[in-house]
């Protein structure tokens, strides 16, 4: 059954990711979202009013100078901090008010990571680390679609390594398996070419790229890095807690640029193309 599956989905594409799911079809949804921390004169107001819609088999890149609010975006959407007002949906389900033992649960069921660091569990093989998260969320460790996941990223001969056996751009497409193993609402990823050479982080962009082509993955990737962010479908930028401009896809020099007005002193940018 689970191979049949399997030959099923290696030879078709997933269907458009906005057929596939139940809810309002969107992956991500923030409104009025702030982020305070500390009272009073010595308050800082890491995000101050984000409204955000993401629909299922989108690529966002989020932007933005240091101190703009980009982790605190990241950790808010992806329910690991709670905002100090407004609302956020994942997958058409209100994680505000949740208690924290249902979040925890929703994030091991319905979201994936990938970080700068990789991290994986050194102690596990390639294919116990991409099952962890089936594990994690309670389900029956299914490795016939580990292995699934690990072609996909091109490491199917790879799942009995360890992680230290593998290269850096192995290790970050093996977190990329692990993060897309429970074919979860979102994948959240926080620089997660930080740590690799141009070539190494171009073949992982192409490899999120084609999650969201292919698998109809949902990607929201924070970066600094203006190459990274030219894969995503749309490109937010952050200044000072709120949105300070969208680009639809374009190139990299065209988000550098942007980026170069968002951090010049005193700019003040209107709706200037
Ligand atoms: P970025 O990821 O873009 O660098 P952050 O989300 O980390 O931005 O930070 C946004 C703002 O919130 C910054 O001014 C930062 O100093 C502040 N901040 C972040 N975390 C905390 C915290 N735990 N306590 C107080 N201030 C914080």
């Not at 994680?95 to 949740?98: A, E, Q, R, W, Y």
């Given at each position: 059954m689970a191979a049949l599956r399997r030959t099923q989905r290696t030879e078709h594409p997933a269907p458009p990711a906005h057929t596939g799911v139940a809810g309002t079809g969107l992956a991500v949804e923030l409104t009025g979202v702030r982020r305070q921390y500390g009272r009073g004169a010595g308050a800082v107001h890491a995000l101050r009013g984000i409204d955000l819609a993401l629909p299922h088999g989108s690529f966002t890149a989020v932007m933005g100078p240091s101190g703009s609010g980009k982790s605190t975006f990241l950790q808010c959407a992806a329910g690991l901090d709670r905002p100090t007002a407004g609302s956020v949906r994942l997958g058409g389900t209100e994680?505000?008010?949740?208690s924290e033992n249902r979040l925890t649960e929703l994030r091991r069921s319905r979201l994936g990571f990938v970080f700068q660091a990789f991290n994986?569990?050194?102690?596990?093989?390639v294919e116990q680390n991409v099952l962890l998260p089936m594990r994690l969320a309670g389900q029956r460790p299914d490795r016939s679609r580990a292995a699934e996941v690990l072609g996909q990223v091109g490491l199917g001969d790879k799942g009995a390594r360890r992680p230290s056996e593998l290269s850096g751009g192995q290790q970050q497409r093996v977190a990329l398996a692990r993060a897309l193993v429970t074919r979860p609402d979102v994948v959240f990823a926080d620089e997660?070419?930080?740590?690799?050479d141009t070539t190494t982080a171009a073949e992982v962009l192409a490899l999120l790229r084609s999650a969201v082509d292919r698998l109809g993955a949902t990607v929201v990737m924070v970066t600094h890095d203006p190459v990274a962010a030219a894969h995503a479908d749309r490109v937010l930028f952050l200044a000072d807690g709120a949105i300070a401009d969208t680009l639809p896809r374009t190139s990299p020099a065209r988000i550098a640029d942007r980026m170069r007005t968002l951090t010049a002193p005193a700019a003040h940018v209107g709706v200037a193309a």
């Open positions: 994680i505000t008010g949740m994986l569990l050194p102690s596990l093989t997660p070419t930080g740590a690799l």
